[in-house]
């Protein structure tokens, strides 16, 4: 088992920013790719941003494109999501996935997850 520890989620109005934090161990900062996805009440998870940990490159769902950027900081064995101009449909909980071997699919294939963060977007 990878342990992912999500945070940084909470309350904001819309137009607000917040910035998620995965913590992952060193070996999972060896792997392949980090992703953050999300979920709200009623709705199947949907992939929010990827970044592959070599060679950080980058992507986006096209729903949060331009609004959120995700980071790593290898030192720190973090990946980040800053979220700003927040919608309330970004409203959800938010989870850090792992990928550990080669698969360029941002949208599936991920080997571990984390247990997720609330991120709640008043109108």
């Known amino acids: 088992q990878v342990p992912l520890a999500e945070s940084g989620g909470g309350l904001v109005q819309a137009g607000g920013s917040l910035r998620l934090s995965c913590a992952a161990s060193?070996?999972?900062?060896?792997?392949?790719?980090m992703g953050w996805f999300r979920q709200a009440p009623g709705k199947e998870r949907e992939f929010v941003s990827g970044i592959r940990l070599s060679s950080a490159v980058t992507y986006y769902a096209d729903s949060v494109k331009g609004r959120f950027t995700i980071s790593k900081n290898n030192a720190k064995n973090t990946v980040y999501l800053q979220m700003n101009n927040l919608k309330p449909e970004d409203s959800a909980v938010y989870y850090c996935a792992n990928k550990i071997g080669y698969d360029p699919n941002w949208y599936g294939g991920y080997d571990y997850w984390g247990q997720g963060t609330q991120v709640t977007v008043s109108s």
């Open positions: 060193g070996r999972t900062f060896r792997s392949y790719a």
